[in-house]
């Protein structure tokens, strides 16, 4: 069964750094790319940052919104990926997803699995 | 940036009968359109990608439809466990992935 469990949310002052971390089973975590996608409480989704796996460079993406202020990575020994996030911003607020990304080629593609998230609030 | 746009916002429909869910891009996304369902205090799951195909374990009345940039959603026979709120997104311009504001489906 495939899993992602995400950890590491908290409240945080802002301009402070946090790190979330996802820990996946259940499948071959290296041969896929992982995203984190966040919801504002009563809000939509917003994609933040994408991986690619080792085999298509590692190489990373991110949202306007958040370049510049958080880094994806991974270590896939652990079979674990982690968003970490620095001068944090009341609207950073939010639930964070870590979700499964299946490529072709390299390619992203689809996202088809989501973890539940962990809750990250920025206060001032 | 394209711009995924869903209607109505919220839905009220009946248990047992049809739904149907609109999503509109900003540009053509070749069919790169996936919907997804989140239930209250769930993550979403994936119900269709490609525009049309259902996911893994997704049940037959769960059908998606369209092309170019207009696609639609369509439950028939709603069962308690449908009322949710549901998300098209667009894959077809990554890695800025985005989202429609959401369809929330509520009993009448």
């Known amino acids: 069964e495939v899993q992602l469990v995400e950890s590491g949310g908290t409240l945080v002052q802002t301009g402070r750094s946090l790190r979330v971390s996802c820990t996946a089973s259940g499948f071959p975590f290296g041969d896929y790319g992982v995203s984190w996608v966040r919801q504002a409480p009563g809000k939509g989704l917003e994609w933040v940052s994408f991986?690619?796996?080792?085999?298509?460079?590692?190489?990373?993406e991110y949202a306007a919104s958040v370049k510049g202020r958080f880094t994806i990575s991974r270590d896939d020994s652990k079979s674990a990926a982690y968003l970490q996030m620095d001068s944090l911003r009341i609207d950073d607020t939010a639930v964070y997803f870590c979700?499964?990304?299946?490529?072709?080629?390299?390619?992203?593609?689809?996202?088809?699995?989501w973890g539940q998230g962990t809750l990250v609030t920025v206060s001032s | 940036e394209i711009v995924m746009t869903q209607s109505p916002a919220t839905l009220s429909v009946s248990p047992g009968e049809r739904a149907t869910l609109s999503c509109r891009a900003s540009q053509n996304i070749n069919n790169r359109l996936a919907w997804y369902q989140q239930r209250p205090g769930q993550a979403p799951r994936l119900l269709i990608y490609g525009a049309s195909t259902r996911a893994t374990g997704i049940p037959a009345r769960f059908s998606g439809s369209g092309s170019g940039a207009d696609f639609t959603l369509t439950i028939t026979s709603l069962q308690s466990e449908d009322f949710a709120v549901y998300y098209c997104q667009q894959y077809n311009n990554w890695p800025f992935l985005t989202f429609g504001g959401g369809t929330k489906m509520e009993i009448k």
């Open positions: 979700t499964r990304v299946r490529t072709v080629g390299g390619t992203p593609t689809i996202v088809d699995f």
């Open positions: 991986i690619r796996s080792k085999a298509y460079g590692g190489t990373t």
